[in-house]
């Protein structure tokens, strides 16, 4: 399975989020899960339930999961929201992707 989620660069109150907080997640993403990719930056727009509208630039984060794995990712990206700040967080779950081994 692949999950994405997108990784912004500034938190909801407009200050920027630091090139080593996004490397310490990334780290943290491939200690767990083995690896990752990152692809971006990205413009984007979304709109809370209070009908505030927030647009924002972010990363596209990919990563390959087994499926029994899923929930164990989506804890992590909201955790990863909370300590960007964020008040909500992206999260999607495709069929496929493989990391195969050519040793």
């Keep these: 399975m692949l999950v994405i ?4 660069t500034h938190r909801n109150d407009g200050s920027r989020n630091g090139r080593r907080e996004r490397r310490t997640i990334l780290t943290r993403v491939r200690d767990m899960f083995g690896g990752y990719t990152l692809e971006g ?6 709109v809370a339930a209070d009908d505030r509208a927030y647009e924002e630039t972010s990363y596209r984060l ?3 999961v087994p499926p029994e794995r899923i929930s164990e990712a989506r804890d992590l990206f909201m955790r990863i929201g909370k300590q960007l700040g964020q008040r909500a967080i ?14």
């Design 90 to 103: 992206y999260f999607e779950v495709r069929e496929g992707g493989e990391i195969i081994d050519l040793d």
């Design 62 to 64: 990919e990563v390959v």
């Design 41 to 46: 930056p990205f413009p984007g727009a979304w």
């Design 5 to 8: 989620t997108r990784i912004p």
